[in-house]
């Protein structure tokens, strides 16, 4: 039953195949037999998920229901839940619950979603491997000895596993497409200001952006559909229609133009990443589109621009977190200093320290303009190579990162190593534009992603290339070696005797 995608869980749902209630009990089964393994999930919310099952069953029953209607899915312990802990993946905010919902956890509530639980991350989404949250690192369920990828690892992981169909994600600087790549599953990050950001815990405010998660374009299209919306609590949400975002999905590719930039293939690429590349390029000319090469010419200029930009504006928004009014507090403090000091020391872990620090030291009064405002400019440089680009082409295409998943701690030592991992995702936020992964191969047994990148608000034609790719291959389709397939029947049935399957 897990290998089954979202639309065709939620199509089981309508015909009545199984209910909501069992499905809820499959997923949650496999989460408590499984995720010890992977660790994907921090918090699982089975008795609030079997409630709202049994609501979305008396929904069904009724007909008419939006398509997620009783379809399990799990957020990001990034999105604030009413009720439910929101950590952040961070000591900080270990006991912090929530009492309201983000605007997209209330999407995905008004379409009667169930919710499993909430997902693992990198802390305060700083990261690149999911090796840096406060409730230990995310397996990748291909290899366990690998990476997931971050900072949204935890729902990359979980949907890789089959643990869940899908999951909401955000993308800071890659953070929804570089783990799709290395868990094998397809991530989309929309246009800035496309999902609301209200109630999703800020690290950079003008690069974060939430989108989702699952095995293919078509579940992607279904969950933007929901997840997409205008929102007048947060002021960087613009005011623009939501397409249907399935209604264009078997559009045809003729006379479509893709670009490949230069700089996407040069050194420090790997390869049999780079043939897996190029293999899913000739796919698209079969499907009759054109290739065409082009440049970013600023593009080596994102990584340097971005580690000024996001420490700067993260170095603000974690200031909140100083033992005061909520999130984690030091025993017995001498003094107001003394509070501040060591509950933000003990709060925090390395790499949000690390951050902070270089964010308040660019910010400072000397070196604002060396620093701060120099990465502005260049932000603005990449910008404009986008829209140069986009006046030649429709689509860009390259790869989503440098390498597959690399093993836990091969990159802790050398923090500008982890970094250099979101290459080729970075410039994509710096600009605002939307940005997918989707599976286009394997190397050494680990997925590898083709990463697409489209003009501004152009997800539906986006969607729409990424599954006309996936009508013709099976890299979605694949499943890692170590999922344990075991039936619904089976679970149920274990599970009404009390018993774990």
């Known amino acids: 039953m897990h290998n089954k995608t979202l639309t065709e869980l939620s199509k089981g749902l309508r015909s009545g195949e199984f209910s909501s209630v069992e499905l809820t009990h499959h997923f949650l089964n496999r989460i408590d037999q499984l995720d010890g393994v992977y660790n994907s999930f921090i918090t699982v919310t089975a008795e609030q998920a079997l409630a709202q099952a049994a609501a979305a069953d008396q929904q069904l029953a009724k007909g008419n229901t939006p398509v997620l209607c009783g379809v399990p899915m799990a957020h990001k312990d990034i999105f604030c839940t009413e009720g439910v802990r929101t950590s952040c993946g961070s000591r900080m905010l270990d006991t912090f619950v929530p009492p309201y919902n983000a605007t997209v956890v209330e999407n995905f509530a008004a379409a009667g979603a169930v919710v499993l639980g909430k997902t693992n991350m990198d802390e305060f989404a700083m990261g690149s491997s999911n090796e840096t949250s406060y409730y230990g690192p995310v397996k990748n369920p291909w290899q366990t000895q690998c990476v997931p990828g971050g900072s949204s690892g935890g729902s990359a992981a979980a949907i890789a596993a089959r643990l869940t169909p899908a999951a909401t994600a955000t993308d800071t600087g890659g953070s929804i497409r570089q783990p799709a790549a290395l868990c094998g599953i397809t991530g989309l990050k929309p246009t800035y200001g496309r999902v609301s950001r209200w109630g999703m815990i800020a690290f950079a405010s003008s690069l974060d952006q939430g989108g989702p998660m699952a095995r293919n374009a078509e579940d992607v299209a279904v969950l933007l559909n929901t997840m997409a919306s205008f929102d007048d609590k947060d002021s960087t949400c613009l005011e623009r229609p939501v397409p249907d975002y399935t209604a264009t999905l078997n559009a045809k590719l003729d006379g479509l133009t893709i670009g490949v930039p230069e700089q996407y293939f040069g050194d420090g690429l790997n390869p049999a990443v780079e043939q897996a590349v190029q293999d899913a390029l000739r796919e698209y000319e079969n499907l009759g589109a054109t290739i065409k090469d082009i440049s970013l010419p600023h593009s080596n200029l994102s990584v340097p621009a971005y580690y000024v930009i996001a420490p700067a504006e993260a170095s603000a928004n974690l200031s909140r977190f100083d033992g005061v009014r909520y999130g984690h507090r030091c025993d017995n403090p001498q003094d107001l200093e003394d509070l501040y000091k060591r509950s933000r020391a003990e709060g925090f872990g390395d790499e949000v320290k690390r951050r902070i620090l270089v964010g ?45 998943a690399f093993e836990f701690g091969s990159k802790g030592s050398d923090p500008v190593a982890m970094y250099l991992e979101d290459i080729y995702t970075i410039a994509t936020n710096l600009a605002g534009l939307p940005g997918m992964s989707i599976p286009c191969g394997l190397v050494d047994d680990k997925p590898v992603g083709l990463q697409l990148i489209g003009n501004y608000f152009d997800e539906a034609r986006m969607l729409n290339i990424a599954h006309r790719f996936q009508q013709q291959t099976d890299w979605h389709q694949l499943a890692p070696p170590s999922i344990t397939n075991v039936s619904l029947q089976d679970e149920s049935i274990a599970h009404a005797n009390g018993e774990s399957a």
């Open 360 to 404: 308040a030291y660019c910010l400072s009064a000397g070196y604002y303009d060396a620093y701060y405002k120099k990465a502005l400019q260049v932000r603005r440089l990449i910008q404009q190579d986008f829209v140069a680009a986009f006046k030649q082409v429709d689509i860009i295409m390259g790869p989503t990162c440098p390498n597959p």
